[in-house]
């Protein structure tokens, strides 16, 4: 009998869902990506995370593939996750990855480690003044205030010091607020996507004129990059300083152009990100390939 495999996903992003997101196209394009590498060596299939526990602790192993929703339920979704490893499902990438990366301040770990991050300032719950106090922190007329737990822009906020917040803003939960960095609008963000601690392929996107997300959800573009011998080196730096014995499955590394002309980095996502298999030939079969070695 093949293994089977569960692609975790939820209401948001699995096809036939009445409550599908307009991104959620990129589900399908990584499922199929994963199906079409691994053939009739395994079965995939994507069920939603809170499906009953029974139905899920049948899989040999499961992917933390489109749980989109999960970071307004990160408890529950952790407890989840818990519960399956506990079952003896492999989780990829198991519960310690998903614990340290859900919530942001990892970055600040990183960064102790010795990765180039953007400067931070992390205030429990941001308010008005805490975005004036940045202005002149960083010496600059504009950032970028994004929650600690979330995904995909959700509740990010840019403001200059001609637009501030309204005195009555804040931010219901801990955050985290950034210098907006030019190159995000001139460049792009550039995304490097290892399988196993191997890098695999790399892209740039890039948000229509007058956003600054570059996220598909808004409109955002991406486009195949064949990196420079540094900046690769950058986002392999950062892979090797994740803290963990094993390399994650898989890693996307987000990072953004500097004035110094180096790269810092954005994030380091390792639960659910889209890994655009699209841009890289190579994708299905290298997930396929390190899948089978985790089912061993």
Known sequence: MIPEIAFLACPDTLPGSSTRRPDAFEHDYQIDALRDGLGDRARVVDIDWRAPLEELTRFDLAIIGTPWDYTRAKD????RLEALERAGVKVCNPLEV????????????LAERGAVTIPTLWPEAP???DITAA???FATDRVVAKRRVGAGAVGQDSFTRSAPPPADWTMDRPGMIQPFLPAIESEGELSFIFI????????VKRAVPGDYRIQSLYGGKEQVLDPSAADRRAAEQVVSLLPFVQPPLYARIDMVRMDNGGLALIEAEVIEPYLYPLQGPDFGPMLAEAVLRRLG
């Open 76 to 79: 529950e979704f952790v407890a």
């Open 135 to 137: 202005f002149n922190h």
């Open 127 to 129: 308010t008005a003044a």
């Open 196 to 203: 196993d601690g191997r890098f695999c392929h790399a892209l």
């Open 98 to 109: 998903v614990r340290w990366n859900a919530d942001k301040l990892y970055l600040r770990e």
